[in-house]
Nanobody, 121 residues
Framework: QVRLVESGGGLVQAGGSLRLSCAASGRISRTSGMGWFRQAPGKERVFVAAITWSYGITTYADSVKGRFTISRDNPKNTVYLQMNSLKPEDTAVYYC??????????????WGQGTQVTVSS
């Protein structure tokens, strides 16, 4: 069992920055990775970014490349999502997930409760 707790969401103006954190506890597999997904109101949950625990290999959705950075702190079992140059269309509930580093939600085993990010124009 793995427990994931996200934090760092909030309200920010367009062009601003936020850093999300996801603290993992329990039986964490170092052979896999962690991912961030987001779900806007009335839309499906979509992939944002992912990272492997071992080599820190990262993957990003095209919509966030160059603006968002995913990183991990292995000793703290924590993954971060630094979000810069935020746009109103980044408004969503952001979820972290564990068990994979793929862009597909069905590859992940555990999910956090989500944290709201709201970007005002």
């Amino acid at each position: 069992q793995v427990r994931l707790v996200e934090s760092g969401g909030g309200l920010v103006q367009a062009g601003g920055s936020l850093r999300l954190s996801c603290a993992a506890s329990g039986r964490i597999s170092r052979t896999s990775g962690m991912g961030w997904f987001r779900q806007a109101p009335g839309k499906e949950r979509v992939f944002v970014a992912a990272i492997t625990w071992s080599y820190g290999i990262t993957t990003y959705a095209d919509s966030v490349k160059g603006r968002f950075t995913i990183s991990r702190d292995n000793p703290k079992n924590t993954v971060y999502l630094q979000m810069n140059s935020l746009k109103p269309e980044d408004t969503a509930v952001y979820y972290c997930a564990s068990g994979s580093a793929s862009p597909y939600g069905y590859d992940y085993d555990y999910w956090g409760q989500g944290t709201q990010v709201t970007v005002s124009s």
